[in-house]
């Protein structure tokens, strides 16, 4: 077989990819993704490793924002029963609008736009959320990375509105890294998980730039430190954070 065939049997038909690309086609691929991740979260084990101050904050009634990384969507949903009512900021992105559809049973309030495009109505948005008392979860490194390198909205957020942030990850025993940019965490089914819930972090108001930087760093690495123990409860090594960019992060 030539490198060309091998290409041409690869790629689907052009009408395949349209419709994969159309609402129908990403509300098809969503469904199908609900019921992956329900097949994994239901023939699996959960453990749960919470900090004492995380214990308090989910017993109470003060909405929080949520952060993890994009490489632990796929079964982010494990973590939140005990998280409660969640709005979740989602981009326009055609991955991300598959998830959507796939976590459409878990989320009380989409909110749409991104820390990378369109920052203005993502962070109207969870703002609006926050003071509706509902609690807000993001990826502060997506759409599209860098990975593990946290934006500065959700600091801004947090800031205006005074929600702690919670740091939070999973990982599971039997898993796969797809070759994506954010090194996606694919689960397989009948697996043992942990999901480890960090230190809540306050955030102070008001703050010039150098205030967010500071705690745009502080939020990385609490964010880093819960991911690389949940992937060592498990048995993993810690996935490293990409490259930062020389122009930095906006």
Not at 36 to 65: C, K, M, N
Not at 107 to 129: D, Q, V
Not at 205 to 224: F, M, S
Request: include cysteine; charged fraction near 20%.
């Amino acid at each position: 077989m030539t490198a060309d065939t091998a290409r041409a049997i690869a790629q689907p038909p052009p009408m395949l990819k349209r419709f994969l690309k159309s609402e129908a086609g990403i509300t098809l691929l969503g469904r199908l993704a609900g019921l992956v991740i329900r097949l994994v979260l239901r023939t699996s084990r959960w453990e749960q490793q919470i900090h004492p101050d995380a214990t308090a904050l989910l017993a109470g009634r003060t909405p929080f924002i949520g952060v993890f990384w994009h490489n632990r969507l796929m079964l982010i949903v494990a973590l939140w029963p005990k998280l409660g009512p969640m709005a979740m900021v989602q981009s326009e992105h055609g991955d991300s609008r598959i998830l959507g559809t796939a976590f459409a049973d878990y989320i009380t309030r989409p909110i749409w736009g991104s820390t990378r495009k369109n920052p203005m109505a993502a962070l109207r948005g969870m703002i609006a959320a926050l003071r509706d008392g509902l609690s807000v979860s993001l990826t502060p490194d997506g759409p599209r990375g860098p990975r593990m390198r946290c934006r500065p909205g959700v600091i801004l957020a947090a800031s205006r509105t005074g929600a702690p942030i919670l740091p939070v990850a999973w990982s599971v025993r039997r898993r796969r890294l797809a070759r994506s940019w954010d090194r996606f965490v694919i689960a397989w089914p009948w697996n043992r998980g942990v999901g480890v819930y960090g230190a809540p972090i306050h955030v102070p108001k008001p703050l010039d730039e150098t205030g967010i930087e500071t705690w745009r760093l502080t939020v990385e690495e609490a964010l880093n430190a819960v991911t690389a123990e949940a992937d060592r409860l498990c048995g993993h090594p810690p996935t490293d954070p990409a490259p930062m960019p020389p122009e930095g992060l906006r």
